[in-house]
């Protein structure tokens, strides 16, 4: 019998189909933490090089999860960046946005605005308790604020602290809404959001919203401070 040696073609040979994908997935990312970027950036932070992040890119492009926008230098000319869309976020958790929306509309009709404002105010009690006991053992601001980032980036947030312009002062940002069709539909869950972290961090502790999701920002994003004459441990 006459056998011949196989090759190796590209039908037999394994491939890894996920990789692309993979690098995808990490560019969506760092656009969405860290907002526009340029292509040059983002294949230092992959470690690839410039060509193989503009296929990514325009790859993307063509799935309507990025767009082209032009970013200003301080000399020359401005540069082109890299930015999510608003179909992107589909591409991260959404904490079920058709049910809960539903859900919404349900308890406003068998309960009202009264009702949907107490199943509300019990959520976000329900919520400072949890997080006041995760935190207790913190004994700084800042250590606080990082350990609420990590359980805010657990239920889906992708949270981090940031530092202010002014020192003792941090940006609690929160870069992507898990819930943020519910709270398109219902402002009241924002509102308990604010109202959550400011019982939990306490009254030595001033906390202002600069950047709103809801409103058009790329982020959420909380101006955190001592208050006047009650500086933090």
């Known amino acids: 019998m006459n056998t011949k040696p196989q090759k190796n073609t590209p039908r037999n040979t394994p491939r890894n189909t996920r990789e692309p994908a993979k690098t995808k997935d990490r560019i969506l990312t760092y656009l969405k933490q860290d907002g526009p970027q340029e292509a040059p950036e983002l294949a230092a932070r992959l470690n690839i090089t410039d060509m193989a992040v503009r296929q990514h890119l325009y790859e993307l492009q063509d799935q309507e999860l990025v767009?082209?926008?032009?970013?200003?230098?301080?000399?020359?000319?401005?540069?082109?960046?890299?930015?999510?869309?608003?179909?992107?976020?589909?591409?991260?958790?959404?904490?079920?946005?058709?049910?809960?929306?539903?859900?919404?509309?349900?308890?406003?009709?068998?309960?009202?605005?009264?009702?949907m404002n107490r199943l509300l105010d019990l959520r976000a009690e329900e919520q400072t308790a949890e997080y006041r006991r995760q935190l207790e053992k913190q004994p700084t601001l800042r250590e606080r604020l990082d350990h609420l980032a990590r359980i805010r980036s657990r239920e889906g947030y992708m949270a981090e602290v940031l530092p202010a312009e002014k020192e003792g002062e941090y940006l609690l940002v929160e870069n992507h809404c898990p819930v943020c069709e519910a709270a398109r539909e219902c402002s009241g869950i924002c509102a308990r959001e604010l109202l959550v972290f400011r019982q939990v961090l306490g009254a030595e502790v001033e906390i202002k919203r600069m950047e709103h999701i809801i409103e058009g920002a790329r982020r959420c994003a909380y101006l955190v401070r001592p208050a006047r004459n009650r500086p933090p441990k």
């Open 67 to 115: 767009a082209p926008i032009t970013r200003p230098r301080p000399k020359g000319r401005p540069g082109k960046a890299w930015s999510l869309t608003e179909k992107a976020n589909r591409h991260f958790p959404d904490s079920h946005a058709d049910f809960a929306l539903g859900l919404i509309q349900s308890i406003r009709t068998a309960f009202g605005e009264e009702g």
